[in-house]
Antibody
Framework: EVQLVESGGGLVQPGGSLRLSCAASGFTFSSYWMSWVRQAPGKGLEWVANIKQDGSEKYYVDSVKGRFTISRDNAKNSLYLQMNSLRAEDTAVYYC??????????????WGQGTLVTVSS | DIQMTQSPSTLSASVGDRVTITCRASQSISSWLAWYQQKPGKAPKLLIYKASSLESGVPSRFSGSGSGTEFTLTISSLQPDDFATYYCQQYNSYYWTFGQGTKVEIK
């Protein structure tokens, strides 16, 4: 059974930093593109970042470029999102996500339960 | 960046109704479009990929069509479990975008 379990969310002040983690199990982690998708309270879905299987390619939504860094550790079956210079508008539930097929960027088939990040003073 | 525009934003319908949601892309995305269903407090669920391919386990009352810039999601006969919010998503490039969502409410 595919499982994605996020951790690391919480309350942080504007300008602060937070590192999200996602522990993956039940599939060959190193074969899949992985993604972070967020959802602000009462709002729609927003894609945040994608990372290729070997970490050699990374893509970000414009609003987080230069502030957020997606990374992965295939030996630990883990995905990460380092978030710096956090703003109030980054407040959201952050989902770890896996595509439906190996070796290509594809729509999200599996989602984690989400972790809430709140940026507030 | 590719913008995705869904319509309507809210839809009121009754059980048994045929429901259609439209998604327009700001430029051609071929058939690289997915549809998701989301219920309150839950992660989204993939319904349709590549514009018209039904994800495994999804009821056949859901169907998708379109290519290029205009796409539709159709629910042939709305069931009580289908009241939810629906999102389209383009994956034509590695920079994904979602539509703003369509909430399907009970009439």
């Amino acid at each position: 059974e595919v499982q994605l379990v996020e951790s690391g969310g919480g309350l942080v002040q504007p300008g602060g930093s937070l590192r999200l983690s996602c522990a993956a199990s039940g599939f060959t982690f190193s074969s899949y593109w992985m993604s972070w998708v967020r959802q602000a309270p009462g709002k729609g879905l927003e894609w945040v970042a994608n990372i290729k299987q070997d970490g050699s390619e990374k893509y970000y939504v414009d609003s987080v470029k230069g502030r957020f860094t997606i990374s992965r550790d295939n030996a630990k079956n883990s995905l990460y999102l380092q978030m710096n210079s956090l703003r109030a508008e980054d407040t959201a539930v952050y989902y770890c996500a896996r595509g439906r097929v190996e070796y290509s960027s594809s729509p999200v088939k599996y989602w984690g339960q989400g972790t809430l990040v709140t940026v507030s003073s | 960046d590719i913008q995705m525009t869904q319509s309507p934003s809210t839809l009121s319908a009754s059980v048994g109704d045929r429901v259609t949601i439209t998604c327009r892309a700001s430029q051609s995305i071929s058939s690289w479009l997915a549809w998701y269903q989301q219920k309150p407090g839950k992660a989204p669920k993939l319904l349709i990929y590549k514009a018209s391919s039904l994800e495994s386990g999804v009821p056949s009352r859901f169907s998708g069509s379109g290519s290029g810039t205009e796409f539709t999601l159709t629910i042939s006969s709305l069931q009580p479990d289908d009241f939810a919010t629906y999102y389209c998503q383009q994956y034509n490039s590695y920079y994904w975008t979602f539509g703003q969502g369509t909430k399907v409410e009970i009439k």
